[in-house]
């Protein structure tokens, strides 16, 4: 049982949804989500990868404990955005007697001591974590307990191969006009204004570039007001939710991601699968998908420096295809979706090894 | 205790009927949920745990399925079943079971060389009322009946065409017919009329607005029968039966037996839909079959609510008994 409290379960609703397919011929598994509107859609995306699913409600919490118990459910895996985020589920799957297992998707931001009391009071329950970055698992060392603590890396699936032409025909863009896509929620943690600050900056030397934004959050109208006062309607676009991601990449010539803190961005995985040059702060996890050595790492919250990066990238395109190869390699080495499956499976094979528990391994 | 794994093929209003009862069963996991609607298969798949699909195929592709429940419009009918019967699943399916005889002829002779275990949804048979009527009329057969079906028009536009509802006598009524075919035996002969009135609020309805039927069964029992979906609400929906100092109303929530010391009524205990079900996954699970209303059963039904149909566009009566 892998599930989520997050009330956004976008990219860690899609490491779900990865995760779940790499081991559906292991296990049988079921992703499990809250019944709000953005729960709900998370599942039909589960269901459509062809994985089972099942909803619950945040204010029936003890239902879905009886449900966990009914099916049978041989371990629960809570997967949290945040750390405040999970501790209902973690009480939960305990209470049905189950083992549990808790996947940090960020690292350890929490400030206020109530909620650092909560997590620790957490801590004392859950049987294993999983960091998904060697950045969020040290992130969490100073916690009691973190000898349960395990890093596997986030993986993908490689991405199909996208049409380039397809959004750029929808952009109206010319066949050599740069596109620098970023693909990530309007939170602050994404830091899209250090990005608007430094569009003029590029648009100085590369002025038919065009800056694409994927993606929704409360950050947006603030984001958009941004564009309009700075007069960059025409170089930045906002394209809401997709689900082309493939298409998009296709279409990009740079990727840039220019967020304060990360877990292990799956966007980068993405963008580095197809090759794809990326432009990016140099923050623990952006740093461990794409590599210390990457050419074009700015320091987060620089608007200049993050301009003038993006000016060396899309002026040496040699320099930026090795980026982007050099990219594609370290993904095929480090972030495929097959060996974080097998580092996850060998973790649950632990828990199911035991006399006490249901085996609910398929006999593949 | 081994679970029986159900998958559904449509997950509408009648499918949530059969799901209130299944999710009670200890015995069933609902497995899987297609619905070219897909967001309602998602909406079924995450109350249950379980997968959903834009399409029949995709579920049957579930090699783990025990039982199938066919609950789609009478338009829909055909592919679903033909791909079940090639999987050898025994199936559920709601009625009417098809809008054209010859499908549903072909795929009853497709069941039985298969020789699955199905069942369709004539509900009005598990009644503990009916029951009783059952009792009653071995010892005074019914002569004569009367049966109803005066009510208003459902919603779904799908309903208001009769190339894709079959029309009042095939889509509704079809639960009367089939209990009088329970209670009194097979039917030999119909007549059948039908009329049209146009309502501007009911844009394009094109089936009967009225309809009646005489009916004559090899017991030589005669019957009469009346539709009509020009109320704005439930008027009457049952079977009058009569016979030798016995009157009988028969309705889907009571029973009133008149022998001339009044009125006296039973309210109907239990819900049919659930024996009905509880059948259907006891035939699967390998226990005594008592399925009421089989696939070949409900075609004779079937037969003659079609028939009523044809005899109203033809004005011609139609004779059953070479048939049957």
Redesign the interface.
């Known amino acids: 049982m892998l599930a989520t409290d997050s009330l956004e379960p976008s990219g860690l609703g899609e490491h779900m949804i990865v995760l779940g397919q790499s081991l559906v011929h292991q296990y049988d598994i079921v992703i499990a989500c809250q019944n709000d509107e953005n729960g709900i859609a998370f599942l039909a995306r589960a269901a459509k990868a062809g994985l089972r699913i099942i909803a619950f409600s945040l204010d029936d919490l003890p239902g879905f404990g009886r449900w966990l118990k009914a099916a049978g459910a041989a371990f629960l895996h809570v997967h949290a955005g945040i750390g405040w985020e999970g501790h209902e589920l973690v009480r939960l799957g305990k209470a049905a007697g189950l083992p549990v297992l808790r996947t940090e998707h960020l690292p350890y931001l929490l400030t206020s001591p109530v909620q650092q009391a909560e997590y620790a009071a957490m801590l004392l329950s859950v049987d294993r974590v999983i960091g998904v970055s060697q950045g969020v698992a040290e992130s969490y060392a100073a916690r009691p307990n973190t000898a349960r603590m395990k890093m596997i890396a986030n993986g993908i699936a490689t991405p199909s191969c996208g049409n380039r032409q397809a959004v750029r025909s929808e952009l109206g863009l010319r066949d050599d006009a740069p596109l620098l896509l970023t693909v990530a929620r309007f939170t602050q943690q994404k830091d899209h204004a250090s990005l608007v600050a430094a569009v003029p900056q590029v648009l100085l030397q590369h002025p038919d570039a065009r800056f694409v934004f994927v993606g929704d959050g409360p950050e947006q109208d603030r984001i958009e007001q941004m564009v309009r006062e700075q007069g960059l309607e025409q170089s930045v676009t906002f394209l809401g939710r997709r689900f082309d991601v493939p298409d998009l990449l296709a279409a990009a010539d740079i990727f840039v991601l220019p967020s304060l803190f990360e877990g292990l961005p799956l966007v980068l995985l993405e963008a580095m699968a197809v090759g794809l040059p990326i432009v990016a702060t140099a923050i623990d996890g952006t740093v461990e998908a794409i590599g210390k050595d990457h050419p074009f790492l700015v320091t987060p919250g620089d608007p200049m420096l993050l301009a003038s990066i993006i000016g060396i990238a899309l002026g040496d395109r040699e320099a930026a295809k090795a980026a982007g190869d050099a990219g594609k390699t370290r993904f095929i080495h480090q972030f495929q979706a097959d060996r974080m499956a097998m580092q996850t499976a060998a973790l649950y094979a632990g828990f199911l090894a035991g006399p006490s528990h249901t085996l609910q391994a398929r006999n593949s | 205790m081994s679970k029986t794994r159900i998958g559904f093929i449509g997950v509408g209003g009648i499918a949530q009927r059969h799901l209130g009862v299944l999710e009670s069963l200890p015995d069933v996991e609902l497995a899987g949920f297609a619905d070219p609607d897909?967001?309602r298969?998602?909406?079924a798949?995450?109350?249950?745990?379980?997968?959903?699909?834009g399409d029949h195929d995709g579920l049957l592709g579930d090699t783990s399925l025990d039982a199938v429940y066919i609950c789609i419009p009478p338009f829909a009918h055909g592919a679903a079943e033909r791909a079940v019967i090639a999987r050898g699943l025994p199936f559920f399916v709601e009625k009417p079971i098809s809008l054209e005889l010859s499908l549903a002829e072909t795929l009853a002779s497709e069941v039985a060389a298969a020789g699955l275990i199905t069942a369709v949804g004539y509900h009005w048979r598990y009644l503990d009322t009916v029951d009783e009527a059952k009792r009653i009329l071995a010892d005074r057969p019914a002569q004569m009946l009367s049966g109803y079906w005066l009510d208003q028009t459902p919603p779904p536009q799908w309903w208001w065409h009769a190339d894709k509802s079959g029309g009042q006598m095939v889509e509704q009524t079809t639960h009367i017919l089939d209990l009088a075919r329970y209670l009194v035996g097979d039917v030999v002969s119909v007549y059948g009329l039908a009329g049209h009135t146009q309502r501007p609020d009911f844009p394009g309805l094109d089936v009967p607005t009225v309809s009646t039927a005489s009916l004559k069964f090899s017991s030589g029992a005669i019957a009469n029968f009346s539709s009509t979906c020009l109320l704005r609400w439930g008027h009457r929906v049952g079977l009058h039966l009569f016979g030798d100092g016995i009157a009988m109303e028969l309705t889907d929530h009571d029973i009133m037996v008149d022998i001339g010391a009044g009125r006296p009524v039973r309210h109907a205990e239990g819900d049919p839909v659930w024996r009905e079900d509880r059948d259907f996954i006891d035939a699967v699970r390998g226990e005594t079959n008592r399925i009421r209303c089989s696939y070949g059963e409900a075609l004779k039904t079937h037969r003659v609510a079609l028939a009523i149909t044809e005899s109203a566009r033809t004005g011609q009566a139609v004779f059953l008994q070479a048939a049957e």
């Open positions: 897909f967001n298969a998602v909406d798949a995450s109350r249950y745990g379980a997968k959903a699909y």
